[in-house]
């Protein structure tokens, strides 16, 4: 990207403008809202235009999370909606520098989000997990009540969610304090701005909530260096992304008992647990294309060859699946889980990678046509392999864990 995108509040119309969803979510309730709110506009759902057809071009598109070959494709776009909260998707793309980027502020998630975060707040406050185990086991024990003056809550990120976060959570009547990169000011909340007051806000802080957006400075800003100094006894809710978090940093503080407990709403798993949908669908592809493609008087899937890949692949996916689901199946039982998430993750995006590669060769010259599905699922399970820590870093996770 050459430069920053403008953020475009409202746009006149001068006449009718074509709009072009590309979501990556079901497409019907879009198309239904947009078409109810904008009769007579030219509206529809944007899919990859075969070889060798002029693409139907767009002026406006609501998007999240788009390939690089819709941005290629459509040239004559004006603005951009992106209907999710980050725009971390859209960085990783090439845009022209005349594309208008527009962010929604709220699109419903303040509400939510909120909720969310007051809710795990009042559990970490309020002990309720002890009183859980108590009623599971039948008895009844006392605990000295906690001061709501000495509860503090840090809110990592002041824009538009952390900023409704930050006066949800005053409700209760916590202190609450806010960091951001420029100067914030909330009635009632305690602003601290810029890298050299963090430290001053990380030891104020007894429950941090992260809100931040992902970008080459805040990835994994929550690591040993700035946990450490949090309040001793501290709580993590991370409700931004999984890249933000060290994991073993976490972990080594976790067991230190500097941080008592953190609630994370993305981790390593549900990255194995995606790959395992690319490589499931890749796997589906390869059957029915196998099936439906005729050679030499019969059908490929008749070959033995075919038979073998395709077990190959059934195979691969089976053994990453067991990992990812043993991964889970811990977490849930409130057990550590570093070496079998990393396992999972390693694995899951390592035999997806196999898989879909298999299922292109397998579909020869159309497996790597634009528009084809193994050709775009071959594209996104790259970026799985590296993203949340790339499989050396998994390599490295498990070997320490062996040793500990």
């Keep these: ?40 506009v030219d509206i529809w759902e944007w899919q990859a235009t075969p070889e060798g057809q002029a693409p139907k071009l767009a002026d406006h598109a609501v998007v999240w999370s788009p390939p690089q070959s819709f941005i290629d494709e459509q040239t004559q776009l004006q603005n951009l909606f992106n209907i999710g909260a980050g725009v971390d998707a859209l960085l ?30 009042i559990r970490y406050f309020r002990e309720f997990k002890y009183y859980e185990n108590d009623q599971l086991e039948q008895r009844w024990s006392y605990r000295k009540p906690v001061l709501r003056s000495e509860f503090s809550v840090g809110v ?28 914030k000011q909330l009635a009632s909340v305690k602003s601290f701005t810029g890298p050299d007051q963090l430290p001053a806000f990380l030891n104020a802080t007894r429950v941090l909530v992260n809100l931040l957006p992902l970008t080459p400075d805040t990835e994994n800003i929550l690591n040993l260096a700035n946990l450490s100094q949090l309040q001793a006894g501290s709580f993590l809710i991370n409700v931004a992304r999984g890249k933000h978090v060290v994991d073993q940093d976490l972990l080594d503080l976790l067991e230190q008992g500097q941080i008592a407990g953190a609630t994370l709403d993305v981790f390593r798993t549900s990255v194995a647990a995606a790959s395992l ?52 199946w811990l977490r849930d039982q409130g057990q550590r889980i570093t070496q079998e998430a990393a396992m999972a993750k390693m694995t899951a995006t390592e035999n997806a990678q196999q898989i879909i590669d298999m299922a292109v060769q397998m579909h020869g010259g159309m497996g790597v046509k634009k528009g084809c599905i193994v050709e775009a699922v071959y594209r996104e399970i790259r970026a799985l392999r590296i993203y949340e820590g790339a499989t050396e870093v998994q390599q490295l996770i498990i070997g320490r864990d062996l040793l500990k």
Excluded at 17 to 32: G, I, Q, R, V
Excluded at 92 to 121: F, W
């Design 92 to 121: 990783k793309l090439s845009l022209p520098s005349s594309l208008n980027i527009v962010r929604l502020n709220d699109a419903g998630m303040s509400a939510q989000m909120s909720e969310y975060v007051c809710h795990t707040v």
């Design 277 to 328: 949908g690319f490589a499931r669908r890749a796997l589906d592809e390869s059957i029915a294309w196998a099936k439906q493609r005729k050679m030499f008087g019969q059908s490929l899937a008749d070959f033995q060859i075919t038979q073998s890949k395709l077990a190959q692949m059934a195979t691969l996916l089976d053994a990453a699946t067991l990992l990812t689901y043993r991964a889970a």
């Design 156 to 183: 990592l990120g002041a824009g538009v969610l952390g900023s409704k976060v930050a006066q949800a959570l005053q409700q209760f009547e916590f202190p609450v304090n806010v960091w951001s990169r420029s100067p």
């Design 1 to 40: 990207m050459s430069r920053p995108h403008e953020e475009v509040q409202e746009q006149e119309r001068e006449r009718p403008a074509d709009h072009c969803p590309c979501t990556n979510t079901k497409a019907e309730p879009w198309l239904e809202g947009f078409r109810q709110a904008l009769p007579g």
